[in-house]
């Protein structure tokens, strides 16, 4: 069970669209829609952003999307703002009620 | 509203075990459908999936983890427990608990405890 893989850094200017990438396998990202993505600012608590790939909690920026292409899913945020400097990581069902972390994006707001 | 706090010792032997407690305040673990979840993020490194505690008593783990880990439930004090034995340099990280619930995906999670070995 190998962590998925994420660029390890993507930038944007303020008000621009940025995505990044989370690639797996057939065992795990391209086996179920079960994709989520977390924000995470050092110090705080982990925040959920996505769930089943495409879905948003309530209470997060419409800015804020998911999709999934074979396997390998992707977080998009438009109108990119200065709070978006964090780290981001996906999470996949890896079938076996196991579960396996993405190995983290860097976003930094120029 | 549902929260979630780590505690435990920072500092923990080589060879020995880390044992952490996660409290849950705003539901009552044993009448509650949340999973909890226990997952780590090592220095300078990734999150790391350590392990689930289904509302049925049933526990899953990480296969990288599985001989060494804990996951348990002491509905008295409503908390999440993880021990993890023979812990190395390794295993130092930030803890964080988390709870699993209607999204299926980690909604609420703790502010994390770190967790250092070294002698």
């Known amino acids: 069970q190998s962590a998925l893989t994420q660029p390890a850094s993507v930038s944007g200017s303020p008000g621009q669209s940025i995505t990044m990438s989370c690639s797996g396998t057939s065992s795990d990202v391209g086996a179920y829609k079960l994709v989520s993505w977390y924000q995470l600012h050092a110090g705080k608590a982990p925040k959920l952003l996505i769930y089943e790939v495409n879905e948003r909690p309530s209470g997060v920026s419409y800015r804020f999307s998911g999709s999934k292409s074979g396997n390998t899913a992707s977080l998009t945020i438009s109108g990119l703002q200065s709070e978006d400097e964090a780290d981001y990581y996906c999470c996949s069902y890896a079938g076996s009620s196991t579960y396996v972390f993405g190995s983290g994006t860097k976003v930094t707001v120029l | 509203q549902l929260q979630l706090q780590e505690s435990g010792p920072g500092l923990v032997k080589p060879s020995g075990t880390l044992s952490l407690s996660c409290t849950v305040s705003?539901?009552?673990?044993?009448?509650?459908?949340?999973?909890w979840g226990w997952i780590r993020q090592p220095p300078e490194r990734g999150l790391e999936w350590i392990g689930n505690?289904?509302?049925?008593?049933?526990?899953y783990y990480s296969p990288s983890l599985v001989s060494r880990v804990t996951i348990s439930v002491d509905t008295s004090k409503n908390q999440v427990s993880l021990r993890l034995s023979s812990v190395t340099a390794a295993d130092t990280a930030v803890y964080y608990c988390?709870?699993?619930?209607?999204?299926?995906?980690?909604?609420?999670w703790g502010q994390g405890t770190m967790v250092s070995v070294s002698s």
């Open positions: 988390a709870g699993f619930g209607d999204f299926d995906a980690f909604d609420i």
């Open positions: 705003g539901v009552s673990i044993s009448r509650s459908t949340y999973y």
């Open positions: 505690l289904h509302y049925n008593g049933n526990t």
